[in-house]
């Protein structure tokens, strides 16, 4: 029987799950298009409403409505991903962050692996 879920046998799979927000839907769209386009990602979900996000900034602490972005990618496209989402994102210091993906479907994650 084949397995359903990968992962599970092994430590973590080469894939990663990437966490970005943007300052408008239309610049999460932007970025998403991009980087689809350029197989640095099989797939960008863009959450449907906005987020508040509280965080510190030069000293003060500041309260934004954001769009966030859940990119799903592989190891070796982390660093240009990284990047091209830098240079098309309007802040100063986007958010970034890379999550491995210890397990998954294994034909969602065979997906992933063949279009990008």
């Known amino acids: 029987m084949r397995e359903r879920v990968t992962g599970l046998e092994d430590s973590l799979t080469d894939k990663y799950l990437v966490l970005v927000t943007c300052a408008s839907v239309a610049e999460a769209k932007r970025i998403a298009r ?7 990602a099989a797939c960008v979900n863009i959450l ?12 003060k602490v500041e309260s934004t409505r954001e769009r ?8 070796k496209h982390l660093a240009k991903l990284q990047g091209v989402v830098e240079r098309l994102h309007s802040y100063e210091v986007p958010e970034f962050i890379a999550l491995p993906i210890e397990a998954g479907s294994l034909a969602y994650l065979d997906w992933l692996g063949g279009v990008m």
């Open 48 to 59: 449907p409403g906005a987020v508040t996000s509280i965080y510190r900034w030069k000293g």
């Open 34 to 40: 991009a980087v689809v386009d350029a197989r640095l």
């Open 68 to 75: 966030l972005m859940l990119i799903k990618t592989s190891r």
